[in-house]
């Protein structure tokens, strides 16, 4: 109100607290069929299991259908029943009771997924647009066999509306969008449906340029005194419906030279007709319509990266409260964990054991996970508990990558120095070497000298009479 205060109109402050105002249109079909109050109810509901104090009534039955195992018997079903789909519009005969005994079974199936969905996922789920039409393929065949067939009450139309459940066969391209094995396939099958703007566009191009062409054809080419008499050139263009269909066959480059070079014959001023059409068509307009498909796709691509980014965020933000749920649990409320617990737990809780398991994190893995917890304090605090799990779980960050660069780098420092250490040391002991080398080469000179000095004693007379001590050597040599 204050807003109002200050001189602005209702309208400046609705926008002001972005408020979208609905179209006259939708807000009458609502307010006289009386769809409001559902909307408000699915809103309502929504909102209130969008809450982080929710308890989901269900748990069981939510985690049995967000299991990859549930969506994969689903795909095989939904194939199955597409094969069978298949095979029944060629029956004849007893196969025909047979394939709607099948059929039933498929309906069954179906309607059973369809109540574990939506007492998973809450009512509204059936609201959301794509479920509701892929819902309706399912229920409204069941309504026609199973109550109005017995009452007699039998609709050509429903019934073939079975053959509209080979449509279900798009979900498995949503069901397999997060597998690498079948990214192209998905990106594929995206971009083919969100490109139907650029197609529409597309065409209404293309029927404007042979519009044009095909009118210069009518009222210049087949109304010219060279053509004016020829048969085949009146079939080809003598109306422009004869004529637009002509050039549709000419854009496609099937068999034109048949029909440009007869009429070349005869008026050489056509092939300029002839030229201008394929390098408009053939070589500009179907080339810039490519590069439009190509880059929508990579703009698919690019955000199906961000979709699937998100969910991957959401899962990891669930399971953080998971595991700050169990660290909870696993420290009794103190807030510290020690490694003689953690390890402990790891060995005999079964939760502990499941998280680990899908951490892929291995028994003899422990102390490595331990140090990344811990930051050298020997206790474990529930935000580091967290953090570190965040590193194991989640992909790496720029963040974390500069982080290992600059201890790599640390890493290597510290590792120069050693080396320049150990280059220190290899100098003095190879100077040591050279110094005891030198040493031993005199002593090996000395010697030699000695073994001289002695030899020239030994031979004077009276040798032994100046050096007494000398006559022991002699006998011991």
Request: hydrophobic content about 45%; some cysteine; glycine content about 4%.
């Amino acid at each position: 109100m204050e807003s109002f205060g200050k001189g602005m109109s209702a309208d400046e402050v609705l926008e002001d607290i972005n408020y979208k105002q609905e179209h006259w249109l939708y807000t009458y079909i609502l307010d006289t069929t009386g769809l409001r109050s559902l909307l408000i109810a699915v809103e309502r509901e929504n909102n209130l299991r969008a809450k982080k104090d929710y308890v989901h009534p269900c748990p069981v039955i939510q985690r049995f259908e967000q299991r990859p195992r549930f969506e994969g018997a689903v795909a095989v079903v939904i194939i199955i029943n597409c094969a069978t789909i298949g095979l029944q519009a060629s029956a004849e005969g007893n196969d025909v009771e047979r394939y709607a005994v099948v059929e039933n079974i498929f309906l069954v199936i179906f309607l059973f997924e369809i109540v574990i969905r939506c007492a998973a996922n809450g009512w509204p789920w059936i609201f959301v647009t794509t479920n509701f039409f892929d819902s309706m393929l399912v229920i409204v065949p069941a309504i026609q066999g199973w109550i109005l067939k017995p009452l007699g009450y039998e609709s050509e139309f429903i019934r073939k509306l079975q053959v509209l459940r080979i449509l279900r066969i798009v979900r498995l391209v949503r069901m397999i969008r997060s597998i690498p094995f079948f990214r192209e396939m998905w990106i594929m099958m995206r971009g083919l449906i969100e490109c139907g703007r650029t197609l529409f566009w597309t065409y209404v191009m293309i029927l404007a340029v042979l519009f044009l062409f095909g009118v210069f054809a009518v009222d210049i080419i087949a109304k010219d005194e060279a053509f004016i008499h020829d048969d085949a050139v009146q079939d080809l263009f003598g109306t422009l419906d004869r004529a637009m269909f002509t050039l549709t066959q000419i854009m496609t480059l099937d068999s034109w030279t048949f029909i440009a070079r007869p009429m070349m014959a005869k008026a050489q001023w056509v092939v300029i007709y002839y030229v201008a059409l394929i390098l408009l068509i053939c070589m500009v307009l179907l080339n810039l319509i490519t590069a439009v498909i190509v880059e929508n796709a990579f703009q698919i691509v690019h955000e199906d990266e961000e979709t699937i980014a998100q969910e991957k965020g959401k899962q990891m933000e669930q399971e953080m409260e998971e595991f700050s749920a169990l660290f909870t649990e696993l420290t009794k409320g103190t807030g510290q964990l020690r490694f003689e617990e953690f390890k402990d737990a790891a060995e005999t809780n079964p939760d502990v054991i499941q998280k680990l398991t899908v951490l892929e994190i291995e028994m003899n893995e422990l102390e490595e996970l331990w140090e990344l917890l811990d930051d050298g304090d020997g206790l474990v605090t529930s935000q580091e508990f967290s953090d570190g799990l965040r590193k194991v779980r989640g992909e790496v960050k720029a963040k974390e990558l500069m982080e290992c660069i600059r201890q790599m780098r640390k890493m290597h420092n510290r590792t120069s120095k050693q080396r320049k250490r150990c280059n220190l040391a290899l100098e003095a002991g190879e100077t040591m070497l050279d110094s005891v080398s030198r040493s031993r080469q005199k002593m090996a000179d000395t010697t030699f000298l000695c073994r001289q000095t002695l030899h020239i004693v030994r031979g004077c007379k009276d040798w032994s009479a100046l050096v007494p001590h000398l006559q022991f050597e002699d006998k011991m040599m």
